[in-house]
């Protein structure tokens, strides 16, 4: 049980790596608040989590709306008691390159991917102080690590963002005993990668360049996940845990 007694919150949490989040969380012992958009598949990870025995609450959150965030926080504290664990995990992507890409993209893709995590953080800081501290773990990408020709440029830009982000974070908040990491995927299995996979030059081409030579699956993120929640990274702040087969080794 690595998250005992510990309370959650993760956005995106409906499915792909948020749900396997969720799951994984609740079976370590923790109280899991599922946040999302997604409000039907959200509650079915909710129902499924709490038949088989563990603690869940979902709860409506876009995360560019600073009043969702405010709710969701308060919601996880009025039922669980207090927040220990906040992950950063609702993202969207476009795959239009630069030339192509619209403003109105570019504005999408900041707002969720990085102000979506600046309000969270915003939100959580609190209620986690009282606590004694916590763990916030940012779900950026090796997008925002390395250039890349076959993705918007927001799309790296905003996970670039979330990575500095973090270590913003980690160095601020350190004093508080409030711990900062980010998490950096390769290809996974989700459905936000569906399409591409489904396509067999893009699959090819994405394959070649991951040495495992297969997608990850939402458990391969969610057990990196649940180490940095957890009390076993707790001389970890401001660092990058990449998982991607072997992508960014190249």
């Known amino acids: 049980m690595r998250l005992d007694g510990k309370v959650a919150l993760i956005s995106g949490g409906a499915r792909g790596m948020g749900s396997a989040e ?44 600073e009043s969702d965030w405010q709710r969701a926080v308060a919601t996880a504290v009025t039922r669980f008691g207090k927040l220990d664990v906040l992950v950063n995990n609702a993202g969207i992507a476009f795959w239009s390159a630069g030339d192509d890409a619209t403003v ?99 699959y090819a081409r994405s394959m070649a360049r991951t040495p495992l030579g297969r997608y990850g699956e939402p458990d391969d993120v969610a057990f990196g996940v649940l180490f940095l929640a957890s009390d076993e990274s707790s001389y970890m702040t401001g660092s990058e845990l990449v998982i991607d087969g072997g992508v960014t080794a190249q």
């Open 22 to 65: 969720a799951r994984l969380f609740a079976i370590e012992g923790a109280a899991v608040v599922i946040g999302d958009v997604l409000d039907q598949l959200g509650q079915q990870v909710e129902a499924e989590i709490n038949e088989t025995g563990g603690r869940a609450l979902y709860v409506h959150l876009d995360v560019t709306q």
């Open 104 to 202: 109105e993209e570019w504005d999408r893709v900041m707002d969720v991917n990085a102000k979506g995590v600046f309000l969270g953080t915003k939100a959580a800081i609190p209620e986690m102080r009282k606590a004694g501290g916590g763990s916030i773990v940012n779900i950026s990408s090796i997008s925002g690590m390395v250039g890349q020709d076959n993705i918007h440029p927001g799309y790296n830009a905003s996970k670039g963002a979330v990575r500095l982000l973090t270590k913003s974070t980690a160095i601020q908040h350190a004093k508080d005993g409030i711990r900062a990491n980010s998490v950096h995927p390769g290809p996974i299995a989700t459905p936000m990668t569906e399409a591409g996979r489904a396509d067999p030059e893009r």
